[in-house]
Structure formats: structure tokens, C-alpha cells
């Protein structure tokens, strides 16, 4: 059976300097100044080395592989002096046999590189590409003959659910391979979540039958079944593989939007980049699940994991909560117009689909984002993004496929046709004036393309929490214009439901070392929560009140603290139908309204007491009247607006 030995501890790092200082992975280089600005970041190679003794196994009858879960961007292993793999592709898993190289005492060396080049995306992009060993370092021993382990990084194994539409039908094909493959037999078991089998068959490509399936019904019900293959040689069990399946259907419609298990199912939710203040992508578990926590008690129902393959950790906890997710690669922003750029994305496109096919959550692959921004080849990427296509069509049939195009990007543009569907990344209201330029966009698209199913992959505006005003206006980068920004486009989903999914940019505040802005260099302040995850903005409690059916109220505008005007505008964002405001002690007003709740509100000179209240709920802040307005309010310097191109 298997047996699996953890390599995250006791490396060796020589980094950009020349120095070697002892780390354990997960680990990256650029932790630090990938997210100071400038644009600067250290990319390049670095070296990791460790030794590790002979692990036990029989070498008669057992193989051994390392597994990497993710080294950005390219990777020499090394093992005792002979190169046993090479890997292009930051964010996916790789594996090799070194079962032949192994000694008593074994030195590893891995030459991760994360450098300019014209092969291996992404190349140019708003976020910081962080290089090293930045997920687990494995040691497997299987058996010789074992579900496959060197099948584009993945299982071994897939999981078709409802096959053709059938919820009582689910497809379990396996691979096998070793010296005994023409004899080994796969046994398979289905479990209820509760352990008890449901069917069972045995064979390498079988079709089951679940009586009365209980479905995946997103965040409602993320009900999952488990799968477990056995491979049985001479009546003994050499192999052992599982998962956690859930059982849905799902279908889009270009004026009813998405649908789950044949009901409308609006999708409304963020996009997320995996990295953290002091940290970059290095990730840890406890780090993931915050995050899908913060996710959950917004109240999003799916998942836009840009712009890359996520960590199975974060694919597992998006089953579990019930996300739908949009999964794509890292073809963004520049097509490189060479043989091995295109080979690249095809190669990562393989390992996404195969590494993850198993996740319920995942609904769509994603192909590209805003790859019209440098076009040099427009023809050349408009093939290569057909070729994608095809191939996540012949690769899992079972799902449909998008991409993101670029602002300006015009709805007529061909790229717009390639997939089963599209959605745009629109910042109409913070890139450019105008928040009712959002509904002639998207009315303009749905008129011309009555039969396209389009959705929002990216809409949003910069927040600084320590940036405030009473007069918000586009590019100020307030907390304030944030709020007002997504109140509008809350209100505009409301208005086109044929949306099939829309996603904020971001949930969180992230790394791109190129940008300077909001006074601070180096990141992109669009999300709802900070980078550090400390300080949820005002706009997260906004999108809770939307789609967190939970009972709230929310005073916005608690760290506007200093206001000079003798009357002042406090806003609450409650779902309660009716919200009290008092000042010092004194009722101000009660209104009725649809969420977003504003009041006129007078200030003493000195600290006033603000409390809201609706029903038992209650929220509290102090706001001090000044003479003079705060300066540290407003944004120094000329670093106020644009984008990292």
C-alpha cells in the first residue's frame, strides 16, 4: 500500500544574493520584494538542496516518486547528481520515479526559476510572480503495479457524475500502470457520507448506478460521495486510491443565467489570488481555510480561482462549502507567439483539467484572461486559444468553457466567440467615469448577442482603509467610493439576471509589485478584505448583507473618524427592513429601505456616540466634529488612478 514521506523540512536555500540559509518549503524568494513596488522583484534562478536517507521499500516488488505540488516557474530536480525531471508550469503538480537514483544517503537539488522568457506563462501580468518551492515536497512508495502516477500529475483516476445528464449514473475509469497491469483487477466501491457502500463494480472503465442520489447542491447542501478503487493482484490489494464526488447537474442559459441541478442559481461571488502580506504564495493550510472562511461569510456561492491552478487544498475546502468554481490558466495578458508558448499552455491546460476533473465545485475552464492586451499575433492567439478549446472539450466533455476579455475588448471582437461561453472584466465607473456605462455595456452585448451567455469575471475599485471622504469621487481610492462603486453594481446585477456568473475583483487585496497606489507601492487595493486579512472594508459587509442571509447590521464609515461638517452623512448597510440611528444616547431617525440605509446626521464638537439598531441587532462607533479636515485622508502625491499597463 502507499506510503507517503513529507520533504518540507530542512532545505538548504541559495537565493538571489549568493548566500545559502536554512528554510523549510513552502518558501519563496520574493516574500518580501514582490510586494514593496517598483516592479523590481528578484527574478531569476535559485537553487534548493537537501539529503534525505534511502526510504523503505522493497526494490523487487515497489517504485518510489517524488512529488512537487508547485515550483514557480520552471524546475530542474536534480537527484544525485542526474537530472530526473524538468517541469514547466508554476502552479501544478509534478512527479517522477526516482525509484533507479536512490542511495543510502541522497542529495536533492532543485533549481527553481522564475525568470523573463518567451515560453512559459504567465510572462505579464498584474500580480507578482513569486519563484521557489512554495507547496509540499513528497516521497511516495507504491507498489510496482499502481494506479498511475505519471499521467499529467493526477490521480490516477477520474470521476464523471451524472453521466449524460442521469443522476443515478456515475462513470469511474482508472489507469494502471507496472509490470502486472494484463492481470490486476480495479474494484471500486461508492459511500454515502456516511460510509455506508452504494455500489460497487470492478473494471478500469464501468458505469454505476446510485439509487436515489443525493445531490451537490452547492452552498445549500455540498453533500459528497466517496470513491475507492482498489487494484487487486492475485487476490492481494497492492493500491489504494479515493476521493470525495459530489453528484450534480448544471446547464447555462443566455437569458435565465445558471442553472444547478435544474433550478436557476445565480452566481454571484469574488475571485481570488492565493498570496499574503510577508508571505507571497507560500501558503499554509491554516491560511487557506481563513480564506474560504472569509469567502463563505461574505455570503458568495462561487469562485473565480485566478489566474492559475490553485492549491488541491483550496479545491477540496471549495467542495466542501459548495463553491462553483471557474478554474483557468495562467495565458494572460501577452501571447508569445513561439512553438513552445503554445505548447506551454496546452501542457498546463492538461494538468489542470486531469490534476483536478474529480472537484464537483469546478464547473468551466477557463482558457485566457485579457489576452488581447498585446497582441503581435492576433492570429496566431486567436488559433491557440481554439486549440485550448478543443482540447478542454475532448479532455472532460462534462464541462463548459470561458475566458475574460479585456475592457477594451469589443463585443464583437472574435476572440469574444471561441468559447461556450464569455464574461468581461469591466471597471466602468473606476477606470473610466460613468457607473451607468455598466448597463449599456452589458444591455448593448445582450441585445447583439441575444443567444451568448455573458457574465462579469472581473468588475471592481481601489479601497485604502486610512482613506476617507465625505465627497468620494472616482480615483480618490476611499473607502468611501468603494462602497458607492459596488452599491451600483449590486444593484445593476439585480437589473440583468441573465448574468450567468459575477465575480468582484478580488476578495482580497494582493501583490503586483508594478503598481502605485492608494499611497501604498506594490499591490492592487480591490479587494473586500486587506492583504493581511485583518480589515474587512466596508464593501465586504455591503456584499454580506446581499448574499449572507444572516441577520446584520453594519455601520460604514468607522474609521472616517475626524469630519469637519456640522451635519454629516452616516450610512448603515443592514438586511433588516428597518434601521434606528441615535447620536450620544438620542434617537436621530428610523428608516425603512432596501439595505443601504442613510441618514443626516448632526455632530457636537468633540467624540459622538453613533449606534444603529434593528430589532435586537446593534452596531457602535464614534465620530470626533473637527475644525479642519484630517489631512491624512486624503491621498498625497499623483499616484491616484491607472493600471499596471
Known sequence: MRTSIGLNHGWDFTG????????????????????????DYWRGSCTYARHFGR??????????????????????????GSLVAHHDGGYSTFRTDVTDELLDDNQLVVTADNSDNDR??????????????????????????????????????????????????????????????????????????????????TGEDLVLDVAEPHLWDGTRDPYRYVARLALVVAGETIDEVSCRFGIRTFRVDPKEGFFLNGRPYPLRGVCRHQDRKGVGNALTTEMHREDMELIREVGANTIRLAHYQHSQTFYDLCDEAGMVVWAEIPYISMHMSTSEANANTEHQ????????????????????????????????????????????????????????????????????????????????????PGLFLNDLWMGFYHLTHPNRCLGLSEYGAEAMCNLHSSKPRRGDQTEEYQAIYHEYLLRFFDRHPYLWATHVWNMFDFAADARDQGGEPGMNHKGLVTFDRTTKKDSFFLYKVWW??????????????????????????????????????????TKAADKV?????????????????????????????????????????????????
Not at 488559433?383 to 478549446?389: D, M, V
Not at 448597510?573 to 438620542?586: A, K, R, W
Not at 439598531?613 to 499616484?639: F, Q
Request: aromatic letters at 10%; hydrophobic letters at 40%.
Open 349 to 432: 491546460m492538461r494538468e489542470l483539467i486531469v490534476q483536478n476533473y474529480n472537484h464537483p465545485s469546478i464547473v468551466c475552464w477557463g482558457l485566457s484572461n485579457e489576452i488581447t492586451i498585446y497582441v503581435r499575433d492576433r492570429k496566431g492567439m486567436l488559433e491557440n486559444n481554439a486549440r485550448l478549446n478543443d482540447l478542454c472539450h475532448k479532455l472532460d466533455p462534462t464541462r463548459f468553457t470561458t475566458l475574460a476579455c479585456y475592457a477594451m475588448c469589443g463585443p464583437f471582437n472574435r476572440i469574444a466567440r471561441i468559447t461556450d461561453v464569455v464574461s468581461w472584466n469591466l471597471y466602468l465607473g473606476w477606470y473610466v
Open 16 to 39: 538571489p544574493d549568493g548566500r545559502t540559509e536554512s528554510v523549510n518549503v513552502p518558501h519563496t524568494w520574493n516574500a518580501i520584494d514582490g510586494q514593496d513596488g517598483g516592479g
Open 120 to 201: 512559459v506563462y504567465p510572462q505579464r501580468a498584474d500580480f507578482t510572480f513569486y519563484g521557489g518551492i512554495y507547496r509540499d515536497v513528497t516521497l511516495m512508495v507504491v507498489a510496482a503495479t499502481h494506479f498511475s502516477l505519471d499521467h499529467w500529475g493526477g490521480p490516477g483516476f477520474a470521476v464523471t457524475p451524472a453521466l449524460g445528464g442521469d443522476t443515478h449514473k456515475v462513470r469511474v475509469q482508472s489507469w494502471v500502470d507496472g509490470p502486472a497491469t494484463a492481470s490486476a483487477e480495479v474494484r471500486v466501491s461508492l459511500l454515502d457520507a456516511s460510509g455506508v457502500e452504494v455500489a460497487s463494480g
Open 597 to 645: 440605509f442613510e441618514f443626516k446626521v448632526p455632530l457636537a464638537l468633540g467624540e459622538n456616540a453613533i449606534e444603529a439598531r434593528a430589532g435586537a441587532l446593534s452596531d457602535t462607533c464614534v465620530l470626533r466634529r473637527v475644525e479642519r479636515p484630517n489631512p491624512s485622508y486624503v491621498l498625497k502625491g499623483s499616484n491616484t488612478g491607472g493600471n499596471w499597463v
Open 55 to 80: 526510504p523503505s521499500f522493497d526494490p523487487a516488488s515497489e517504485r518510489v516518486y517524488l512529488q512537487f505540488d508547485g515550483v514557480n516557474a520552471s524546475a530542474d530536480v536534480t537527484l544525485n
Open 548 to 589: 449572507n442571509p444572516e441577520p446584520m447590521v453594519h455601520l460604514c464609515g468607522k474609521r472616517y473618524v475626524d469630519r469637519p461638517e456640522a451635519v454629516t452623512t452616516v450610512k448603515v448597510y443592514s438586511n433588516q427592513p428597518e434601521v434606528t440611528l441615535l447620536v450620544n444616547g438620542e434617537e436621530v431617525a
